[in-house]
C-alpha cells in the first residue's frame, strides 16, 4: 500500500509536469508573447513542472525506503538477523509473487527519472530557445509522456495487485 501511495504521488506530479509542459509547447508554437517574457508565474513552465532539484531524488528515496526498508539499528550488529531482515523486505516479497510488476515498476521509475534528471537544466531553456527545432521538442514531449503512461500503468497494476490480494469486501449491494 505504502508503494502505491508514493507511486500515485509521483502519478499525480508526474500529470502536472505534463501538463504544464504541453501548455509551454503550444504557447512557443503558437507563438505566444507572454512565453519568451516568462509568462504568468501560475502557467510558467517551470512552476509547474517537477523539474527542480530534489522532487526526483526525494521521491525515489521514499520508494526505496519502501521497498528495501532500513534495518533496525539492534539488528544490524549481528550479521545473520541482518540478512534475515534484508530478505524480508517487499522488493524481495514482489521478486517471487509478482517479478513483472516488480520490473515493470522499476523500469518506468528508472526512466521517468533518467529523463528528468537528464533534461532538467536544459528544458526551459531549449523552450524558450528559438534555434531548437519543433521536432526536437516533440520527441522530448513524447519521451516525457511516454514515462507517464509507464507510471500511469505500473500504478494501475499495483492497485490491480492490492484489490485481488487483500480484497474490502464483495463491492455489490
Known amino acids: 500500500?505504502?508503494?502505491?501511495?508514493?507511486?500515485?504521488?509521483?502519478?499525480?506530479?508526474?500529470?502536472?509536469?505534463?501538463?504544464?509542459?504541453?501548455?509551454?509547447?503550444?504557447?512557443?508554437?503558437?507563438?505566444?508573447?507572454?512565453?519568451?517574457?516568462?509568462?504568468?508565474?501560475?502557467?510558467?513552465?517551470?512552476?509547474?513542472?517537477?523539474?527542480?532539484?530534489?522532487?526526483?531524488?526525494?521521491?525515489?528515496?521514499?520508494?526505496?525506503?519502501?521497498?528495501?526498508?532500513m534495518v533496525p539499528w539492534l539488528r544490524r550488529w549481528r550479521g545473520s538477523q541482518r540478512r534475515a531482515e534484508a530478505r524480508r523486505t517487499l522488493r524481495s516479497m514482489m521478486m517471487i509473487y509478482c517479478p513483472e510488476i516488480l520490473h515493470a515498476y522499476e523500469t518506468a521509475v528508472a526512466e521517468r527519472s533518467r529523463w528528468v534528471l537528464e533534461h532538467r537544466g536544459e528544458f526551459v531553456e531549449s523552450l524558450r530557445d528559438p534555434h531548437v527545432s519543433e521536432a526536437e521538442l516533440q520527441v522530448m514531449l513524447e519521451q516525457l509522456d511516454q514515462s507517464l503512461r509507464d507510471l500511469l500503468s505500473v500504478r494501475e497494476d499495483i492497485a490491480r495487485l492490492i484489490r485481488d490480494t487483500y480484497p474490502l469486501g464483495s463491492g455489490s449491494d
Open 1 to 69: 500500500m505504502e508503494l502505491f501511495t508514493v507511486l500515485d504521488e509521483w502519478c499525480s506530479v508526474a500529470q502536472e509536469s505534463n501538463q504544464a509542459v504541453e501548455y509551454a509547447l503550444d504557447a512557443r508554437l503558437t507563438g505566444s508573447p507572454w512565453f519568451y517574457r516568462g509568462g504568468p508565474p501560475q502557467m510558467a513552465p517551470d512552476h509547474r513542472m517537477r523539474l527542480h532539484r530534489g522532487f526526483i531524488e526525494r521521491i525515489t528515496g521514499d520508494a526505496d525506503r519502501v521497498l528495501r526498508p
